[in-house]
């Protein structure tokens, strides 16, 4: 059928796949898309591995247009320095913020890092700030991002001067991340039922909670011994 590219000849794929780059290109800086952008980024990392050309594309589409994916993407270069972009925690905090206010698909996993910047005092002349921290993890956490409700039951178990103990908050934030997936956090909600900390002693429930807790160790255990062609 005529358009369809044979992927077992080797210089249809490549034709291909220079052509992709070309729509790309042309979609990011002729048409000014975003989106489109962002697909040409995608494109130099994953295809052309060109990890330099990338951090241009993707500062570019976070700096001028604000994309939130490139935003997030952007941060996490950095994080590690990748792509020549200097290793810089401020930079990627301010990366993170923007896609984290802006929406989108990788939205509550910004929030989420902005959490983790602010709480270990990357950031703002290196001073913690567990309040602006809790703030950010919770509305990753009301999106159901599991690690976000799990370091808001972390940080009400150990309490601050700032962000005092609160074994209730603790127990509900240890039980949304459970439901979400978190085996750490249905190991502590385990135990805060069985021990009665900050609810009224649970057998049963932290026998549930317990066995949760074991079956996704089990199934994170079996997903990462899976490998590609088995």
């Not at 130099?44 to 951090?55: G, R």
């Not at 993407?73 to 896609?99: E, W």
């Not at 993890?137 to 370091?151: E, H, L, M, Q, R």
């Amino acid at each position: 059928m005529a358009g369809l590219v044979d992927f077992k000849n080797e210089e249809e794929v490549k034709e291909y796949l220079d052509n992709l780059g070309v729509e790309y290109h042309y979609a990011c800086y002729k048409e000014k898309q975003p989106d489109g952008c962002h697909r040409l980024a995608e494109y130099l990392e994953n295809i052309k591995k060109d990890f330099v050309a990338t951090a241009k594309v993707l500062k570019h589409n976070c700096e001028e247009n604000g994309q939130s994916e490139s935003c997030f993407k952007l941060g996490a270069y950095h994080i590690t320095g990748k792509g020549g972009v200097p290793l810089d925690l401020q930079a990627a905090y301010n990366c993170f913020l923007k896609s984290c206010i802006k929406g989108g698909r990788k939205s509550l996993d910004s929030c989420h890092n902005v959490g983790l910047l602010l709480q270990d005092g990357h950031v703002n002349d290196k001073k913690p700030d567990p309040v602006a921290a809790r703030d950010y993890y919770t509305k990753a956490c009301d999106g159901n991002f599991s690690a976000s409700c799990f370091n808001l039951s972390a940080m009400y178990l150990q309490g601050t001067p700032e962000l005092p103990k609160d074994m209730s908050k603790a127990l509900h934030y240890s039980e949304r991340a459970c439901k979400l997936g978190h085996v750490w956090a249905c190991a502590n909600a385990s135990r805060m039922y069985k021990l009665g900390d900050g609810v009224s002693k649970d057998g049963v429930k932290a026998e549930s909670l317990k066995n949760r807790a074991k079956e996704l160790y089990r199934q994170q255990n079996e997903a990462e011994q899976i490998t590609f062609g088995e």
